[in-house]
């Protein structure tokens, strides 16, 4: 019998990062944080934050001015050193089109 560990499931690999992003909620819970991203595919992402999220939310995440990704909270472990690790499935990504002057 195979048992398959849950990185062989992914259908993406990720990449290991370091980069600060900005996150904001919206509806009955709304508001902003930072976080940090621990690693990153084309299907989704791995960061930490001390902010207190559920599985199953919509986060709006924002990587720089442009880059905006629409995801879903799929899985929450923590905290360790006051934060707590979120895995986020993308839903759609997005480059902010605003002209700038």
């Not at 509806?27 to 999220?53: E, H, N, Q, V, Y």
Request: charged content about 25%; proline content about 5%; hydrophobic content about 30%.
């Amino acid at each position: 019998m195979i048992v398959k560990t849950s990185a062989e499931q992914r259908r993406h690999p990720r990449v290991p990062l370091g980069v600060t992003l900005d996150i904001s909620m919206q509806g009955p819970i709304s508001g902003k944080c930072r976080a940090t991203i621990t690693d990153l595919s084309a299907g989704g992402m791995t960061f930490k934050t001390d902010a207190d999220f559920e599985k199953g939310m919509t986060l709006h995440l924002r990587l720089n001015s442009e880059l905006q990704i629409r995801g879903e909270v799929r899985s929450v472990l923590g905290p360790t050193g006051g934060q707590r690790r979120y895995g986020v499935r993308f839903h759609k990504i997005g480059l902010n089109s605003t002209p700038t002057n």
